[in-house]
């Protein structure tokens, strides 16, 4: 039995499509792994080579069990942790820029505005004036 073969399904709260999600023979899930790394791993590569599956085994998998690819999971897991940054902190946008794993602010907020929408200090506007 190879590393790439799954064994097994657990309930996962949450998804789309049934809620659950594959576990490797040895390891975790893909979703765990994001949770775990997404402040300092974007790439899909990476969390691919700790499944011990290839990039696009990862995307097939994903897209199969959430209904989108590994790369939107971890966009929008940043997204949504830059969300609740922005609501629940004072921090700066280059501080939550750089506490999510990005060296520049202005490449933080192109990101932030292309996947989350809008720009991040209007973000945050908004979610302070609501009650």
Request: proline share 5%; glycine share 10%.
């Amino acid at each position: 039995m190879g590393a790439a073969q799954f064994t097994g399904t657990r309930l996962r709260p949450g998804l789309p499509r049934g809620g659950y999600t594959r576990r490797p023979a040895g390891g975790k899930n893909f979703l765990e792994l994001l949770e775990q790394h997404y402040k300092e791993q974007a790439a899909v590569e990476f969390y691919a080579a700790q499944l011990h599956v290839t990039p696009q085994y990862l995307n097939i998998a994903c897209k199969k069990e959430t209904g989108l690819t590994a790369g939107h999971c971890i966009r929008s897991r940043i997204v949504l942790e830059a969300k609740r940054m922005l609501t629940l902190t004072a921090q700066d946008v280059k501080e939550i820029a750089y506490e999510l794993g990005f060296s520049d602010a202005s490449y933080f907020s192109r990101f932030f505005r292309r996947y989350g929408g809008m720009p991040p200090l209007t973000f945050r506007r908004q979610a302070q004036k609501v009650p």
